[in-house]
Each structure stands twice: as structure tokens, then as C-alpha cells.
Nanobody, 117 residues
Framework: QVQLVETGGGLVQSGESLRLSCAAS????????MSWFRQAPGKEREWVAT???????AYADSVKGRFTISRDNTKSTVDLLMNNLKPEDTAVYYC???????????WGQGTQVAVSS
């Protein structure tokens, strides 16, 4: 059974930092591309960052230079370090796995991030 469990969300002030973590199980983590998405109230879910199986990274323009995605294949976790947070970063953040063996997509349940001005 595949599980993705996000942790680390919370309420912070503008300019502060948070580290989100996603713990994965039930699939071959090292053979999956891992991504973070977010969904703000009243908006569609948007892509934030991806780290591939060979640790190539990519970021949305809105977070480039502030957010860093990383993975630990020994622990089957993917983190998102968010620096210099802004009120517009307020959203529910979701972890997603794209498996390479059979190209399945799996989602976590989300963790809330709120940034006050």
C-alpha cells in the first residue's frame, strides 16, 4: 500500500523559514520522481518543485531561489526547505510521487502552510 505523509507545515511570519518533509512507503522510492505542489484557497493546485531519481531539480519561477527540494533515498523522504516565505506562499502543500517502473502517480494528504504579513 502506497503512502505519502507530509509533515512540517505551520504558521510563520513573512521572511521566516519552514521545512516540509514527505515520508514515502509502498513503492521503490529511488525509482520515482518526487514533486511538491500547493493549492491556495480558491485557486487550482500548482506545481512547486521536482527532484528526479538522479536528483535533477526544477522549480517554479515563483519559488526559485527561495525553496530547495532534496531527497534521502535511504530514508525514503523528500524535503522542501522554504526560505524567505511570503504571504502568497500560503497554501496546502502536497507531495507527489511519479513512479518510473509503471508511471503511476501518488499523492499525500497535504500539510497546511500559512504565512502572515
Amino acid at each position: 500500500q502506497v503512502q505519502l505523509v507530509e509533515t512540517g507545515g505551520g504558521l510563520v511570519q513573512s521572511g521566516e523559514s519552514l521545512r516540509l518533509s514527505c515520508a514515502a512507503s509502498g513503492f521503490t522510492f529511488s525509482r520515482a520522481h518526487m514533486s511538491w505542489f500547493r493549492q491556495a484557497p480558491g485557486k487550482e493546485r500548482e506545481w512547486v518543485a521536482t527532484i528526479t531519481d538522479d536528483e535533477t531539480t526544477a522549480y517554479a519561477d515563483s519559488v526559485k531561489g527561495r525553496f530547495t527540494i532534496s531527497r534521502d533515498n535511504t530514508k525514503s523522504t523528500v524535503d522542501l526547505l522554504m526560505n524567505n516565505l511570503k504571504p502568497e506562499d500560503t497554501a496546502v502543500y502536497y507531495c507527489r510521487a511519479r513512479t518510473l517502473v509503471n508511471t503511476y502517480y501518488y499523492w499525500g494528504q497535504g500539510t497546511q502552510v500559512a504565512v502572515s504579513s
